[in-house]
């Protein structure tokens, strides 16, 4: 039996994230001992999950573990990833096909970013104030996600205002989320992007962020989640089966 490891990226039209995700995702080859691995992507970018999954078949492979590059299970997980690979299980009936889940709410994650705030900021003041910043769903199960990781980075970082807004799909939306927490803080605004790459969300949120500072106020924007190490670590454990995919709650 031949295994191949087929990476799948949500996809972005930046240029810029485009190729970060794929950086990313060199890394992790790097680390996984496995014969045949392929990079793709769900929209906006290519190589899509069709030409992925078909290269990984031309090199031999007879099992393909398909391991999604997303925090959250959403629409995405449930949907668009399955429906993509069902004409593929179709055409390829002898390939046994395993799809690993989405990260989900993991306390390392809150831990990693706890520590990305601290590498930004220094100390971390009760009276800051912190935005998280997901990308939005009209999934029900995001906003539980996020309430879980809202009270997990509250209770880290010792702060007690922590708010949640999003860039799309659901609100509050980013541009409410920002002004709200803006008016009311007593202190730095630490704006924390639930991302993993850049891209055009991203970018949105660099440009407020901007804008804000030059007109005075103290608003901080950490870098996005793969820039801690223990994202690049969760990818590799899916890739190399070492992880039973149960994700554990996080510890309040």
């Known amino acids: 039996?031949?295994?191949?490891?087929?990476?799948?990226?949500?996809?972005?039209?930046?240029?810029?994230?485009?190729?970060?995700?794929?950086?990313?995702?060199?890394?992790?080859?790097?680390?996984?001992?496995?014969?045949?691995?392929e990079v793709c992507f769900l929209e906006l970018t290519e190589p899509f999950i069709p030409?992925?999954?078909?290269?990984?078949?031309?090199?031999?492979?007879?099992?393909?573990t398909v391991v999604p590059i997303f925090l959250l299970t959403a629409g995405h997980i449930k949907e668009d990833i399955p429906e993509a690979l069902e004409p593929l299980r179709e055409k390829y009936p002898e390939v046994n096909v395993k799809i690993a889940p989405a990260f989900g709410v993991q306390e390392r994650i809150v831990n990693a970013i706890s520590e990305l705030v601290r590498a930004a900021v220094g100390k971390v003041d009760a009276a800051d104030s912190v935005l998280l910043v997901g990308r939005g769903s009209s999934d029900p199960a995001i906003h539980e996600a996020f309430s879980e990781i809202r009270t997990g980075i509250a209770e880290r970082l010792g702060v007690s205002r922590v708010d949640v807004c999003y860039l799309a799909a659901t609100t509050p939306l980013f541009a409410e989320g920002i002004e709200e927490i803006s008016v009311d803080a007593a202190d730095r605004v630490l704006v924390v992007p639930y991302l993993l790459f850049a891209g055009l969300l991203l970018s949105e949120v660099e440009r407020e962020v901007r804008k804000r500072k030059r007109v005075g106020q103290d608003v901080l924007l950490i870098e996005p989640l793969s820039r801690h190490e223990v994202i690049q670590d969760i990818v590799v454990e899916r890739a190399l089966g070492k992880e039973d995919w149960r994700v554990a709650a996080i510890n309040h």
């Open 51 to 64: 030409e992925g999954f078909e290269r990984c078949v031309e090199k031999g492979a007879t099992e393909i």
């Open 1 to 37: 039996m031949t295994r191949a490891i087929l990476y799948v990226g949500h996809g972005t039209r930046s240029k810029k994230g485009a190729e970060e995700a794929k950086e990313f995702l060199g890394r992790v080859i790097a680390r996984v001992d496995a014969p045949i691995q």
